[in-house]
């Protein structure tokens, strides 16, 4: 089973993408505010939602994919989630993890 810190997620028919882009493949739909595990974050496309805006992405392992961070329910000032590392390719040249996989989380 993949690791991953369990939070709710906002927001109705939210894309997980291949990349942490919102040009980038949809690889999965997340019906409605739901709980996801974010396995590690990453800087991405700048998204903005509800008068806020961030340029991180967290990468959901159950989904096989990325969301803009401003999506995750946690205080939205807070550039961080408290535990979550930030994410690396799963090896060198890599864009992202493969689909399924949970990515090497990269912890300085």
Known sequence: MSSGLPVPARGTDVSAR????TDSARVASLPGPTSVRV???VH???VEYDGYSKDAGS????HGGYVSSILIDVDV??????????CRPSHPGAADPPRGADP???TP
Do not use: I, N
């Open 104 to 106: 090497a989380p990269h």
């Open 18 to 21: 291949q990349q942490p882009a």
């Open 44 to 46: 991405g496309g700048l």
């Open 77 to 86: 000032d807070d550039a961080r989630l408290p535990g979550v590392p930030t």
């Open 59 to 62: 990468y959901l392992p159950d």
């Open 39 to 41: 396995a590690c974050r």
